[in-house]
């Protein structure tokens, strides 16, 4: 049997809203684009199970869905139902095949590789990826793995025919998330998703059920556009670009929200209206929502980290309006907290761009190669940084900046060297964080740039950033270095004291023609 496993419904009685009935909520599920149904009853005696999964089985025969019992293969046999679901603590799966017809679908529940392994092994139909997010629908034995977690359970199954859902704490406010950020460094991605609560526990189902599914259809033909297309770029279409989103935001003043360490909040604020956008510092949870909702661009930088709970919700709402979210993971590897925190931020939403100095993005990719001093990177870096941070934007599913001598951009497909910069930006304190805000303010521009009536490719239902971030993050990184540049070689700075505020006037000065006479870039 051919399976689509798009939407896939696990029931759970317990969870249906005062005066819903089971069959009415399915049924309505089921209209709404529910495209496989998978009958779970952890508390049910035999009876009452049997009873379910007839009626269950007669009603998605009536919509040519097929339906899965879960664990209990004898009630699986007794209603003919199409397959079955194992976790790992269920009947083998070499023995439910000598007991089940030939044909039936088998599923199983995997939460590491050697789960996935094992499912290969036994040449099951499908997996069950999870939990992705918590969940309280049951009781998790295993940890949850987190969206970033799923890309490599995925890429075990290149060159097999088995299918993938994700679990775990999916709805419509993450499933973009999860789809997106799922995606294995060589292009695998989900074949559905599971859904409980969302639907089940909806009072109307078939409205919960096609807002999944418009998702879910929008964000598979754009990752089928995409991974066809490969957009080509050239030094002078870079440069170029970069220009026109300094006018965008001379002409736009796009809102810069900035979560930021305290050492640099005012530098970063003043390089910020420096080159024409608008900076706000806000920190308190209960502004991130109408925050979000201005145009503009979102910086989370944790130097101090200290508002942890406002980057999370501040992240969320801002993939939720598709707008740029910059993250500056400030000094990630010196401690387990930083790092955990780190992990924690970008599970819980999509980044757009990470910015990071050689130890911060070794660390995100758990390398060994660069090691850090505090904030700082010492050593001689990669041997290879051009393959690193290709491989990096692969794996976190968005573009990636490497600053250093050298500064290293990705998207995962293409890198590009840019090679501006003055050696005095390392004896100011929060060089790095004003590339960050730069960086934001630039993305930012790329957003406005593609909110204008034809710009914006694909459907936008399928986003969770507009805007080309690439040529954002190219012209943040040029901005400040180019600007450096112009300030280094000013006969009033005499030091890092007068630097800085040089540093700032070049970038309220910055003329197109400038950027593009002192740029080097390369496309590699």
């Given amino acids: 049997m051919t399976i689509d496993f798009s939407l896939y419904l696990v029931t759970g009685r317990e969870l249906l809203p005062p005066g819903k009935e089971y069959l009415e909520s399915l049924e309505e599920a089921l209209q709404g684009g529910v495209t496989v149904v998978q009958i779970r009853e952890k508390k049910s005696d035999t009876l009452e199970f049997l009873e379910i999964a007839r009626e269950s089985k007669i009603l998605c025969a009536k919509y040519k869905v097929p339906l899965i019992i879960n664990d209990r293969i004898d009630i699986a046999l007794a209603v003919q139902a199409d397959g079955v679901h194992l ?29 996935v392994n094992k499912a290969i092994e036994d040449k099951v139909d499908y997996i069950g990826i999870g939990a992705v997010w918590g969940t309280t629908t049951k009781e998790l034995t295993s940890p949850v793995i987190g969206v970033r977690g799923v890309g490599s359970l995925l890429q075990a199954l ?70 066809r297309v490969l957009q080509v770029y050239d030094v002078e279409t870079i440069k170029n670009g970069v220009v026109e989103l300094m006018q965008v935001i001379r002409d736009k003043s796009p809102l810069i929200h900035q979560i930021t360490n305290v050492v640099v909040t005012n530098q970063s604020a003043n390089a910020t209206l420096a080159l024409g956008a608008s900076p706000i510092m806000a920190t308190a ?22 508002d942890k709970g406002s980057m999370i919700l501040a992240g969320q709402y801002a993939n939720e ?9 400030v000094g990630v590897g010196a401690t387990q907290f930083r790092k ?10 999509q980044a757009s761009v990470i910015k990071g100095n050689a130890s911060e993005m070794a660390s995100l990719a758990n390398s060994n190669e660069v090691q850090a001093k505090g904030v700082d990177s010492v050593g001689p870096g990669f041997a290879d940084p051009a393959s690193f941070i290709r491989e ?95 300030a280094a070689e000013r006969s009033d700075v005499h030091g890092s004291g007068t630097f800085l505020p040089a540093l700032i006037d070049e970038l309220y000065n910055l003329k197109p023609e400038t950027l593009l006479s002192r740029a080097k870039v390369q496309v590699l």
């Fill in 158 to 227: 290149d060159g097999t025919n088995i299918k993938a859902v994700a679990i775990g704490g999916i709805n419509s406010t993450n499933v973009l998330r999860t789809l997106h950020g799922s995606v294995s460094t060589s292009g695998h991605r989900l074949d559905g998703i599971a859904v409980v609560s969302d639907i089940v526990a909806s009072s109307a189902p078939r409205s919960a059920s096609r807002k999944l599914r418009d998702s879910l259809d929008a964000w598979v033909h754009h990752f089928d556009v995409q991974s």
């Fill in 340 to 349: 955990t925190t780190a992990s924690e931020l970008l599970n819980a939403w």
């Fill in 285 to 306: 949870p209960e502004e991130m929502h109408d925050l979000s909702r201005i145009p503009g661009g979102l910086l989370i930088n944790f130097g101090t980290i200290t």
């Fill in 392 to 486: 990096i934007a692969k794996k976190e599913r968005c573009v990636a900046v490497m600053t250093g001598p050298t500064d290293w951009v990705s998207d995962g497909a293409i890198v590009v060297k840019l090679e501006n910069g003055h050696k005095i930006l390392g004896d100011i304190t929060g060089s790095g964080c004003l590339v960050g805000t730069c960086v934001a303010t630039f993305c930012a521009g790329a957003s406005f740039l593609a909110a204008a009536p034809g710009t914006s490719s694909g459907p936008e239902l399928a986003k969770l950033v507009r805007g080309n971030m690439l040529m954002g993050a190219v012209g943040g990184v040029l901005a400040l270095t180019v600007a450096a540049e112009c």
């Fill in 321 to 329: 309006a598709q707008k740029p979210i910059i993250f500056d993971p």
């Fill in 87 to 115: 976790g790992q603590t269920d009947m083998p799966v070499h023995i439910a095949k000598t007991l089940l017809p030939v044909g039936t679908v088998i599923g199983v529940s995997c939460n590491d590789p050697d789960h």
